[in-house]
């Protein structure tokens, strides 16, 4: 999309440049720190620790810790660590790719909504309103059953749930918007409808759709970590962490290292998600809009 | 309220033809053929005659808009086929099934009650105490571990580690604690933040200073009039989260090997079985559309100052 105007604009009542858009506080920077750390696992971990995560070698297997490998190795003779940053990829890269297209998909359909209004917009919020009266666990399911358990099919139902609260609260702001005299003053000076919805609109979204957006990450990471592990989401040899603990299942009273790592790893990314929320929260006091 | 009530039905009716749509187009874009598949299933080997003498029987071979009309007139007569893998009607498989599944969900329940209201009622009355620090910290942990791994540590420390609690089947109460136990954790943290917040919002409404003045002891203040008020957002949630519980169902069940219509489900699912997934998806969701609508209707019987119709909801 445009990157330029999006945070350059001049549209009143708010101006900003892009370092005071970063909050200061303390739960956003231990949120962010957390969250970085993980994203070094994810792109530094393979470099460190140059063994293959899919290699399998069955005299090998689960070893304890050494210098080849840290963490020791799974039930397969495969390296725990190699298999924790390659799911650090795997986990990390999915659900930025979820929220990405669910914003892509509802940042727009709200707006079109919003600013149409009329029938149009009576029909597109009829839409919604059929789409999130199916509970997304049981769209999951069916999907998983009907077509076959895989990431690809998770990640399309969680999109075709998700997409919907973006075009909700994007709908309400635009609605809350355009009534303001700034916005009536830019239709009067002639400025047409797709330009008032790029310079004036769209400003006002980012902070909502950042906090609603930090905090989907934190669930949908849970969501496939979940399906993963029941088996419905990402198919082994695949190192999701969820499917890691799944896989370890019948070895963890002899090495406990299999089912303590891939969750602790998922519990620190969902607080570090809920934490970066919290403070971008904080920082705009999304609540009081 | 009884135009409401019909606005509410209609909806409802809506609702759950899209449910039914959803299922009918997701079982026919399934990878495969379900007559081939129904064959193989009993690994015998067909001729084409065969083959086509059981699509006609099953009524494949009719227009797609025909055979949603008799598939959705069976699903309203709870005919909802025939388990390949069991041979039997699905409907009995669910029912045979869904007992447990209570079981275990009233168990979470009762955890979840037993831990959340204690909480919330100390948070509320000590406010930033250390009642109210302490679930504010079991909030967070609670809503950032997967219920799946909360299960998994459980079994690791209570069965394996201690050797106090079995960790598989069904048996006596000591195999409904641990499941209970991961089932309710995963949301006592958060019904305890939820009324707490509730509590302390009704606590500075004017009615309760008015009690306060007529000299009611606190406690009575707190339990009698702050709670009533403080009840709606958590039946909200309550009544949102129904998916959640159910998603908390299977996770436990196919954790602890209960079995109930959550490891049905993920057995189905693995052998594909498409009656029995179909079955479930189509209770499931009603079950999660109705709870949803129910929720709706008790508003009015919570607050009183909540009217349907003229307006008020509608």
């Known amino acids: 999309m445009n990157e330029t105007p999006l945070l350059t604009t001049d549209s009143p009542p708010h101006r900003r440049t892009i370092w005071r858009l970063f909050p200061r506080n303390l739960l956003f920077r231990s949120g962010a720190a957390l969250l970085l750390l993980f994203v070094l696992l994810a792109v530094c971990g393979p470099l460190l620790v140059p063994n293959d995560p899919l290699t399998v070698d069955m005299s090998k297997r689960l070893l304890p810790p050494s210098f080849e490998y840290p963490l020791g190795t799974d039930h397969l003779g495969r390296c725990l660590f190699a298999r924790l940053a390659e799911g650090a990829q795997v986990t990390l890269g999915v659900s930025a790719l979820v929220i990405v297209s669910v914003a892509l998909i509802g940042i727009p359909f709200g707006l079109i909504a919003g600013t149409s209004g009329g029938r149009l917009d009576a029909w597109m919020m009829r839409l919604v309103d059929g789409c999130s009266a199916l509970p997304e666990f049981v769209l999951a399911i069916a999907i998983a059953g009907f077509l076959g358990p895989s990431l690809s099919h998770l990640l399309l139902s969680i999109i075709v749930i998700k997409w919907i609260s973006y075009a909700r609260v994007v709908r309400s702001i635009v609605l809350a918007e355009r009534e303001k005299e700034y916005v009536l003053a830019a239709y009067v000076a002639g400025t047409n409808k797709w330009t008032v919805m790029r310079r004036h609109l769209l400003p006002q979204l980012l902070s909502p759709i950042c906090v609603l957006a930090a905090l989907d990450v934190g669930k949908v990471i849970m969501l496939i970590s979940m399906f993963s592990f029941l088996g419905l989401g990402a198919q082994p040899p695949t190192p999701e962490w969820g499917a890691m603990l799944n896989d370890g299942r019948p070895y963890f009273q002899t090495v406990p290292a299999l089912m303590i790592l891939p969750g602790v790893a998922i519990v620190l990314v969902v607080i570090a998600c809920n934490l970066l929320a919290d403070g971008l929260r904080d920082h705009w006091d999304v609540r009081s809009q | ?314």
């Not at chain 2, 209970?180 to 305890?192: E, N, Q």
């Open chain 2, 1 to 314: 309220m009884w135009r409401f009530l019909r606005k509410r039905l209609l909806q409802l009716a809506l609702v759950l033809f899209l449910l039914s749509v959803v299922t009918f187009g997701l079982m026919k874009l399934a990878p495969g053929d379900p007559v081939l598949q129904l064959l193989r299933i009993d690994q015998v080997v067909v001729t084409q005659a065969e083959e086509a003498a059981l699509r006609n029987q099953l009524g494949f071979d009719r227009p797609l808009l025909a055979q949603f009309g008799d598939w959705l007139l069976g699903i309203v007569q709870l005919d909802l086929g025939t388990s390949l893998l069991q041979k039997r009607p699905v409907w009995d498989v669910l029912i045979d099934r869904l007992p447990t599944t209570l079981l275990l969900a009233a168990g979470g329940l009762l955890v979840t009650l037993l831990l959340a209201v204690p909480l919330a009622f100390l948070a509320a009355r000590y406010p930033g105490r250390w009642p109210d620090h302490l679930s504010r910290l079991l909030a967070l942990v609670g809503s950032s571990i997967p219920s799946f791994w909360m299960g998994l540590l459980l079994m690791y420390l209570f069965a394996y580690q201690l050797n106090w609690l079995p960790t598989m089947g069904q048996g006596g109460l000591s195999h409904l604690i641990l499941p209970s136990l991961t089932l309710g954790l995963s949301m006592a943290a958060l019904y305890a933040r939820l009324l707490r917040a509730g509590l302390l919002e009704s606590l500075s409404q004017e009615y309760i200073r008015a009690a306060r003045a007529r000299g009611l002891a606190e406690r009575r203040i707190l339990t009698k009039h702050a709670l009533r008020g403080a009840l709606l957002p958590v039946i909200t949630v309550f009544g949102m989260s129904t998916g959640h519980v159910l998603a908390g169902t299977v996770v436990v069940e196919s954790l602890f090997g209960w079995p109930g219509l959550g490891s049905m489900a993920i057995e189905a699912i693995l052998q594909r079985d498409f009656p029995v997934i179909q079955g479930y998806v189509l209770l499931t969701g009603t079950t999660i559309v109705l709870i949803n609508m129910l929720v709706d209707l008790s508003y009015g019987w919570l607050d009183p100052r909540i009217r349907y119709g003229k307006g008020g909801l509608s």
